[in-house]
């Protein structure tokens, strides 16, 4: 018994394979990406299309007709849905854009740790895709071509461990980028965003639902690293 105690403790260093380092890898390097302003800048596309992807979800789901989605350069984004001028289905359309990416973020671990990255694939690619349809501007439409050739990519190419790196970068960018995207809504020069829109609607301060975003995304962030330590533990003891 204290021979196979003994033995465990010798043999757990080893456990590190190039499949576990390549996923620590990439989870830094996607924080990292998300937290340089030179890579953030281009990746901030990809989280707007998120963002807009994720009021066009929930618009439908509210009983509301989509008509149009544009991203635009300075990586702002507009959905435009039709329906009543208030009432919880503009609330929760509003509220649903900042929490995408960190939502999706934190769904792309929990699909790495229980081993379903392709599903989490092929659920961006319907989401994401059906919006294509509604962007009504050139550079919506490459920059949202360009997220979907890379998740087919992703999809059809990819070996097991390299999907699994992939899905784990995109979803660490995703979780810090939707964080840092939330905090900033606290900077003087933004100008008209979803804060001010709810607080029109809801009659409550814009700087409630700042805090509130700035909450679930952080929420968000630390639910992941709670997710990825109980799949991949620290390896030194």
């Known amino acids: ?63 509301r007709r989509l008509r149009s989605i544009r991203l635009h350069r300075d990586s702002s984004g507009e959905t435009v849905s039709v329906g009543r001028s208030g009432g919880p289905g503009v609330v929760l359309t509003l509220l649903a854009g900042y929490p995408a990416p960190s939502l999706v973020g934190l769904s792309g671990v929990w699909a790495a740790r229980h081993d379903h990255v392709e599903a989490w694939v092929l659920v961006l690619l319907v989401v994401l895709g059906g919006t294509l349809f509604l962007l009504r501007n050139v550079f919506g439409v490459v920059v949202m071509l360009a997220v979907l050739a890379g998740l087919v990519a992703l999809r059809r190419w990819a070996e097991p461990e390299q999907a699994l790196a992939a899905c784990a970068l995109v979803s660490a960018f995703l979780l810090a980028a939707g964080l840092r995207g939330a905090l900033e809504l606290f900077a003087s020069r933004v100008g008209a965003n979803d804060a001010s829109a709810l607080a029109q609607a809801t009659h409550l301060p814009a700087a409630l639902w700042k805090t509130a975003f700035v909450a679930v995304a952080l929420a968000a962030a630390v639910a992941g690293a709670w997710v990825l330590g109980l799949q991949w533990p620290a390896v030194s003891g």
């Open 1 to 63: 018994m204290n021979l196979h105690s003994s033995v465990s403790l010798t043999l757990a260093p080893s456990a590190v394979d190039e499949g576990e380092a390549l996923l620590w890898v990439a989870l830094v390097v996607g924080i990292a990406l998300a937290l340089v302003p030179s890579t953030y800048r281009w990746g901030r596309h990809g989280v707007t299309a998120v963002h807009e992807a994720g009021h066009a979800l929930v618009a439908l789901l509210a009983g």
